[in-house]
C-alpha cells in the first residue's frame, strides 16, 4: 500500500525565514496531494493542495512543488510568522477514496 | 452553519464495553471518513464511505466497525474496545471531486477516548 515520508518531524525557524517540509510517497498511482495545518487542541484544517497533472501552485505566502517522477512534493511557506506555528500534515491518495497520511511535522516560528 | 459534529467529545471506558461515536455533517457531502491521531504516527484512515450504503477500509480498520445509513451520518462503532484503541479520532467529510476523487476534508472537532 502506500507510504508517504515527511521530513523533517520538527522545524524551528525565526520569523520572516522560508520553511521547506518534504514528503516522499511509494505508489506511482497517488494523484492527490493535500496539506493540512493542525494548531494545537484544533482540527486540522486544508491548506493547499495539488493534483497531478500540475507541477507547482501557489496561494499568497504558500506553495507545493510536486515530482511525480521522483515522487515527492513539498509545502514551501516564505515570510513565516509566529501565526504559521503549528502541525504540518501531507497526504498522498493512492486510490479514488483513500488518503494516506504523512506522520507531520511541527513548525515553531520564533518571533 | 456548514460543519462536521462529533460525539462525545471526551469519552473513559474500559475494556470490552461497546461503544459507538456518532459523526454527523449537513453539507450533503457523499464522502465521509474516519482517522485516528497518534503521536508520532500522523492520521491514519480507519473506514471510509463513498455514499449510502458504500464503505470500505483505510489503512487501521481492525477493531472497529462503520456504517452508513444515511447520507449525513456515519459512526465508528468499537464493538470490545482495548487499550490499544485510545487515541484522539477525527471524522471529515468532503464531496468528491469529478464524482470519484477525493478532495478537500472537513474535519470533525475530535473524540478522545481513553480505554484502561
Known amino acids: 500500500g502506500e507510504n508517504v515520508e515527511q521530513h523533517p518531524s520538527t522545524l524551528s525557524v525565526q520569523e520572516g525565514d522560508s520553511a521547506v517540509i518534504k514528503c516522499t510517497y511509494s505508489?506511482?498511482?497517488?494523484?492527490?496531494f493535500p496539506w493540512y495545518k493542525q494548531e494545537l487542541g484544533k482540527r486540522p484544517q486544508l491548506i493547499i493542495d495539488?493534483?497531478?497533472?500540475?507541477g507547482e501552485k501557489k496561494d499568497q505566502r504558500i506553495a507545493v512543488t510536486l515530482n511525480k517522477t521522483a515522487k515527492h512534493f513539498s509545502l514551501h511557506i516564505t515570510e513565516t510568522q509566529p501565526e504559521d506555528s503549528a502541525v504540518y500534515f501531507c497526504?498522498?491518495?493512492?486510490?479514488?477514496?483513500?488518503?494516506?497520511f504523512g506522520t507531520g511535522t511541527r513548525l515553531l516560528v520564533s518571533p | 452553519e456548514a460543519q462536521v459534529t462529533q460525539n462525545p467529545r471526551y469519552l473513559i471506558t474500559v475494556t470490552g464495553k461497546k461503544l459507538t461515536v456518532t459523526c454527523s455533517q449537513n453539507?450533503?457531502?457523499?464522502?465521509m471518513s474516519w482517522y485516528r491521531q497518534d503521536p508520532g504516527l500522523g492520521l491514519r484512515q480507519i473506514y471510509y464511505?463513498?455514499?449510502?450504503?458504500?464503505?470500505d477500509k483505510g489503512d487501521v480498520p481492525e477493531g472497529y466497525k462503520v456504517s452508513r445509513k444515511e447520507k449525513r451520518n456515519f459512526p465508528l462503532i468499537l464493538e470490545s474496545p482495548s487499550p490499544n484503541q485510545t487515541s484522539l479520532y477525527f471524522c471529515?467529510?468532503?464531496?468528491?471531486?469529478?464524482?470519484?476523487?477525493?478532495?478537500?476534508?472537513?474535519f470533525g472537532p475530535g473524540t478522545r477516548l481513553t480505554v484502561t
Open positions: 495539488i493534483r497531478s497533472n500540475v
Open positions: 471529515a467529510s468532503s464531496f468528491l471531486s469529478r464524482g470519484l476523487e477525493v478532495d478537500e476534508q472537513y
Open positions: 464511505s463513498m455514499n449510502v450504503e458504500v464503505t
Open positions: 497526504a498522498a491518495s493512492p486510490r479514488f477514496q483513500k488518503l494516506v
Open positions: 453539507m450533503n457531502h457523499e464522502y
Open positions: 505508489d506511482s498511482a497517488s494523484n492527490y
